[in-house]
């Protein structure tokens, strides 16, 4: 069965071209994308993946947003056995540490390969 | 790799095609040599409460800016207060915050609005009505006031500065604005096509100018449409385009925009005014060109983009800066892109000269085969229908989606080169120039958030309840003027967000757009 995975955005930050690029490349490596596009909130973003039976919850950043919503996305992502990802190219390493100290599954910055974000994920549901 | 000849330039008629420079129908650019001025140079600004970015305009003007650039934070741009519940986590991150009459004009104090441009991407009618009180409480002569704001109704909630407003009234606040300024503002360049905006997901050139076209095709039909004389309006229109890194392509894009426009002015519209027929063009460098990876090639990037403009002969550059992929500009980048600027127009030449790739073999045949290429765009989308029920449907953001798909097929096959990227990578552990400033940040100024709310209970609330009311009364009533209505709202208190809500309503629908979002903090 295919794995299912949420991209969205989270907030008022109106930048989608991240967001559709990772949606695109998981859709090549065989995963099923729901696509929620932009102005979510964690509460949107984890519901769809209740209502969708998605296995992930991606989150695309090109705003500092991120920092404010992470842990609460985290949260609710344990609550509901949901795994969640962060990706986007204003992600710094120091940011990496820090999200995977709240709770939040993978983290990818702008230095990241292809490769690495399909493993990861993949390892994630395995 | 091949090369040009005369044979590639044999229809090329240099009085019907050309002209001199400041020459119907302006390919070769808009004015005649003018020695005395060099483009304005501005970097898009803005961060935090209205002071910190009065103080970072300053700071840029000091430094030989010679244009203010604003952009609003997210929050602003989308039409939402700061104390709303979706803008906490941005308030002030990505521009300013602006909400109020009060911030507007603390926003401009002291700014010398009788010397510099202002040119904002704000949200037309809040911009200007704010603008315009603004400049009047600093004593100047709004009349007077020169500069620029984006007016992009048709595709603006397709890509990124939604407001969660229909068609119908996007494009009436459009137009009221216009009209406003026509009258109240006329040196004042009220109508921005934004087509940089419309591309930088990914979008090619002949996709960006139709789109651009198409854009300004409907609002001049709309503003005639409504008895204005296509004279008192079109002199205030101006292109704000992309600049991506095929530098030849890009002017012969600047040139064969020029020359459309005038054609289409005059033979369409009927213009006469030599100002309706020489269209003003200014550039933002594309932000989608600027890596995350071994972020110092952006100022190189950067320096050639700005070069490539200063040649087509635009009349103002804001260069997307060095930090783009990961943060909104810090000072450091601005300076280097003032800078760029700077270097370009003082030592290399380029200000001595105008149009200096005219009568190239191959920029020549660029320009003819962009022109024909856009032109046939323009005619494919506007055979499809009404330009409101495309909008409606999607059509454009379709468009839009698949650009943005492209470019990312691209960039992940190589088949468009980025260096650092998908071809001359280095090892993240060795890219490290400049990174220090990516871990650099700023919070959300929360401090604002409690001003405003603060601000909000001590308000009048019977007068602020009757400009709000007269807002909506006015969307209602499709002849309505609405700009009015949004400066006495201004006057009486009301914010942006709640005019904006106002506004909504008229319409029958939810004041609060984001009403059914669930938001803890």
Known sequence: MKVRIVVGIIGLDQHEVGAIAIARLLTLHGFEVIYLGRFQTPQSMIAAAVDEGAQVVGASCHSWEFISFAPELAALAKQEGVAVVLGGSVITPGDAVRLRRAGIDAVFGPLVTERQIIDEITRLVA | MRWYGPQDTTGLDYARDLGDPGEYPYTRGRRPIDTTSSW???????????????????????????????????????????????????????????????????????????????????????????????????????????????????????????????YDLRVRLALDTITFCVKEMPKFHSFVEDTYYISDGGLDVVEEMALGFVEIREVTRRLIERGLSVDSFAPRIAILVNCRMDLFEEVAKVRASRRMYARMMREEYGATDPRSLAVNISVHTSGLTMTAPQPVNNVVRGAVQALAMAMAGVQAIEISTFDEAFRTPGHEAHIVALRTQQVIAEETGVSKVVDPFGGSWFIESLTDELEDRISNKIAEIERKGEISVLAEDGYFRSILNDGMSRHARAIQSGELRQVGVNCHTMPPA????????????????????????????????????????????????????????????????????????ALRLGYGLAADPFAGKVVRR
């Open chain 2, 430 to 501: 060795e890219d490290t120039l400049l990174r220090d400033l990516s871990e650099s940040r700023f919070a959300p100024d929360t401090a604002h958030i409690a001003r405003i709310r603060d601000w909000k209970s001590t308000r009048h609330p019977d007068r602020l309840a009757h400009a709000l009311a007269a807002i909506s009364q006015a969307a209602k009533d499709p002849e309505a003027d609405l700009m009015a209505p949004i400066i006495d709202g201004y006057q009486a208190d009301a914010t942006q967000g709640e005019m904006a809500s």
């Open chain 2, 40 to 166: 304005i140079q501005r970097e898009l600004s803005g961060e935090g409460s209205p002071s910190r970015s009065n103080g970072q305009f300053r700071g840029l003007i000091a430094a030989g800016a010679t244009g203010v650039d604003v952009i609003g934070d997210t929050a602003t741009m989308a039409l939402i207060d700061p104390d709303h519940s979706m803008a906490a986590a941005s308030v002030g991150t990505t521009g300013v915050s602006l909400c109020r009459l009060a911030d507007y004009i603390e926003l401009y104090d002291e700014m010398p609005l009788d010397r510099i441009t202002v040119s904002h991407s704000l949200n037309a009618p809040f911009c200007v009505a704010g603008l315009n009180l603004a400049a009047r409480h600093h004593g100047y002569d709004a009349a007077q006031v020169r500069g620029s704001v984006i007016n992009a109704p048709i595709y603006s909630e397709d890509c990124g500065y939604a407001t969660h407003m229909p």
